[in-house]
């Protein structure tokens, strides 16, 4: 959920992600476990950058989900 938002929020980096996921597509992966790998690099560095903002807003995913911290 907090990747999903930072996306809608930072269309710079929304936009490098379409790309990733249509050279991704390109690229024709016999085996989808090398498309994850393709992408693990990016999708690992921005969703920490992604729960921080996340927390910095004040959100946490339980709240969201309608539990208390």
Request: net charge negative; charged share 35%; hydrophobic share 35%.
């Amino acid at each position: 959920m907090a990747f999903r938002d930072y996306l809608r929020t930072h269309p710079e980096v929304r936009t490098v992600h379409e790309a990733l996921k249509l050279k991704s597509a390109e690229m024709d992966f016999k085996d989808p476990l090398d498309d994850n790998s393709f992408k693990e690099e990016f999708i690992q560095e921005h969703q920490e950058k992604a729960m921080l903002w996340f927390q910095q807003k004040g959100l946490s995913i339980t709240t969201l989900d309608g539990i208390s911290d």
